[in-house]
């Protein structure tokens, strides 16, 4: 079985896990300030603060931006649940903006047309991977005076050109970005959370809110040579990140270049590998974007059946994925009123599939799910299903 990722893992990250159990300090410690120091340094940023996961640092992120209960927070349907389901927890409403049909990523024309009075942020994601259409998106924030969260969830190692300069996504270029290292990520510590920002006010809350609110930290108190009593300024949350996973994420952020040179060369081969599949639309980047490639996402021909596909190439031995879900169509949205059409949302979700791409695939790897694709759509095209709906397309109405 070719799975739809695997993530980069050996011994040296085995090695630093290691070395902090023996240590015996395990929770949030030397080993979380340094790979935030590190982080910050890979992404540009002024300040990184490392939490549990990329769910809560999106939620500590909107209540930095001034989300409250009634407010109005602008994001993409076409995302993983959490971007919206932040929206919720912070009591506001998440409001859905159509995406590009081209990146994946949400629309700014569909941007600008969901601004109200209501409205308190815009949650932009970079899809996949591939960095969104930040230098428009800032106009539009900048003419209506709204706070930019970015969901870099996917994202890391992957840079843009805004200003006339490329730099890594994470920077960041709104004014808070948040990172996962979930294992299906392009590096990973099993679970963890980045949020960067370039505001010495926000990185603040976020150090009081990730640990319930506590003047001092752990480590501060544990080194003071004098008796600390803390204080609990603000009502916070238990969102820290361990120092075992801190030490692991250390040395995967020695990986990254390697890792996305690597996941770049895989794009470029699939691009070769897929090009003479008639009616099949692969991605492509903008001429301002370099992904990471963290899915790599191919739309089907109109004519062929998704399930089918899928169910196709994975008797044939190769995972892949549906094209990424759209929130409003879950039943835990079921009661969500749309403001505006998200009809290319729709379409992406059912017309796309994700095929495997991880750095340590191999030629034959590539080549196998290549064709497993190649022959799923020729085994549906030749098939009697393909051939009925055909004959019902063609029949008068």
Not at 76 to 84: D, K, L, N, Q
Not at 229 to 240: A, D, H, P, S
Request: glycine share 6%; charged share 20%.
């Amino acid at each position: 079985m070719i799975p739809i990722a695997v993530p980069v893992l050996g011994k040296p990250e085995a090695d630093a896990a290691a070395r902090v159990v023996l240590s015996g300090w395990v929770s949030q410690g030397p080993e979380v300030a340094a790979f935030e120091n590190e982080f910050a340094a890979s992404t540009g940023a002024k300040y990184a603060c490392a939490v549990s996961n990329c769910t809560v640092a999106l939620h500590l992120a909107l209540l930095a931006a001034g989300v409250r209960p009634g407010d109005e927070v602008i994001t993409a349907s076409h995302t993983f649940i959490a971007t919206a389901n932040v929206v919720r927890q912070c009591g506001a409403v998440p409001v859905f903006a159509d995406i590009d049909p081209e990146t994946y990523n949400i629309s700014p024309e569909a941007i600008e047309l969901a601004i109200t009075d209501k409205t308190r942020a815009l949650l932009v994601v970079h899809q996949m991977g591939m960095p969104c259409d930040l230098d428009r998106i800032l106009a539009i924030a900048r003419r209506h005076a709204l706070p930019v969260v970015e969901d870099a969830a996917c994202a890391i190692g992957s840079s843009l050109r805004i200003g006339g300069s490329w730099e890594p996504v994470g920077r960041p270029h709104g004014d808070i970005a948040c990172f996962s290292l979930h294992p299906r990520k392009v590096v990973t510590a099993g679970e963890g959370g980045v949020l960067t920002t370039q505001n010495p006010d926000y990185d603040r809350m976020f150090r009081l809110w990730r640990q319930h609110g506590m003047s001092v930290p752990d480590l501060v108190r544990h080194g003071s040579r004098q008796v600390i009593f803390e204080e609990y300024t603000v009502t916070g949350f238990n969102y820290r990140m361990t120092d075992i996973q801190a030490a692991v994420a250390r040395e995967q952020l020695k990986r990254l270049p390697q890792i996305i040179e690597t996941r770049r060369r895989l794009a470029d081969e699939y691009k070769v590998l897929l090009a003479d599949i008639p009616g099949l639309r692969l991605p492509a980047e903008p001429e301002w974007a370099r992904s990471n490639w963290q899915s790599y996402c191919v739309r089907l021909p109109p004519w062929a059946r998704q399930a089918h596909v899928m169910q196709q190439m994975l008797d044939r031995g190769v995972a892949t994925r549906r094209g990424i879900m759209c929130v409003h169509l879950e039943p835990a949205y079921a009661d969500h009123a749309l403001r505006l059409p998200l009809l290319e949302s729709e379409r992406a979700r059912d017309e796309c599939i994700l095929l495997p791409l991880f750095p340590n695939m191999t030629e034959e790897m590539q080549k196998a799910a290549a064709g497993a694709l190649r022959e799923a759509l020729s085994e549906y095209r030749s098939s009697p299903e393909f051939r009925q709906a055909g004959s019902l397309s063609a029949a008068p109405a």
